[in-house]
């Protein structure tokens, strides 16, 4: 029941409508008996600044940024995590009893999350796409000691930034799509990730996969294929690769354990239910 003492969650971004976090938050928020209510709040790009202070005012307790402000709230923190420096990226902020922001990225965490069981350190992997995303995937991947990255994208300058901000943590390399080496490549990887937006329900493109469907004639059965979208689900990319006999995986545990772990951040350390949140996104996926 909301009072005039419960305090609030809110996700900030442009656009946020779309977005299934305040179902899932609000069904472990109520499981766990927290006075306590998520809601996600749209914002303008130049109003940033002055939202996110405003809310240091009223009774909001934390924050998830997404696209796309995750670089721009860095200027706002008083205090950023270790992790989020590395990948340049902020997902969660928390405000402190002395009303400043403390940033961190619980993306890292949530993208492991499907992965961490399957034994795959000293393996391979192809990351298709350099924006944000890819880069809490570098790292994630980097965590679970896979032995070398490559990456796939058609933007030169995000590629060559991507490698000089990782190159010293492992062995990566950066290929335009046009690139004759990828079809061994794409043969050979253990895990391929998808983190472009190609496909997503959202998006003009969501019938397409990623560079094409004549990109992946030589993809091989027991290469593991991981979309990081999760509307739809499955992809038409996850689609096609099913069909080639790939195990897949789409980004709905990714987004449920980054979203439990925030919690679990703005909580001082609750324990927080998954499969609450799971069952609470069922019908909207």
Not at 117 to 145: H, W
């Amino acid at each position: 029941m909301i009072t005039s003492k419960t305090s609030f969650l809110a996700l900030i971004g442009n656009p946020v409508s779309h977005s299934l976090s305040p179902i899932m938050q609000n069904a472990a928020i109520q499981y766990l008996g927290l006075d306590l209510i998520y809601m996600a709040i749209p914002c303008k790009n130049e109003d940033l600044e002055i939202v996110v202070h405003s809310l240091k005012k009223m009774n909001c307790k934390g924050l998830n940024i997404t696209i796309p402000f995750k670089q721009k709230v860095f200027d706002i923190c008083s205090e950023i995590s270790p992790v989020a420096q590395k990948v340049k990226a902020i997902n969660t902020l928390k405000l402190t009893n002395d009303k400043n922001w403390i940033g961190t990225n619980t993306d890292i965490d949530g993208f492991i999350y499907p992965l961490k069981n399957l034994n795959l350190a000293k393996k391979s992997s192809l990351i298709l796409g350099s924006g944000g995303a890819a880069r809490s995937v570098i790292q994630g991947l980097i965590e679970l000691k896979f032995s070398k990255i490559t990456i796939i994208s058609r933007k030169i300058n995000s590629l060559n930034e991507l490698i000089s901000n990782f190159k010293n943590d492992i062995k990566i390399k950066g290929l335009l799509s046009t690139n004759t080496e990828i079809d061994n490549l794409i043969q050979e990887t253990d895990l391929i990730i998808n983190t472009t937006p190609v496909g997503m329900s959202n998006t003009k493109n969501n019938d397409e996969i990623p560079f094409g469907q004549s990109f992946w004639n030589s993809i091989n059965s027991k290469t593991i294929v991981y979309d990081l979208i999760y509307n739809p689900s499955p992809t038409p990319f996850l689609k096609f690769c099913d069909k080639k006999g790939c195990m897949t995986i789409d980004g709905t545990q990714m987004l449920i354990a980054q979203g439990a772990k925030s919690l679990s951040f703005w909580t001082n350390g609750l324990e927080v239910p998954f499969e609450v949140m799971h069952d609470a996104l069922k019908e909207y996926l």
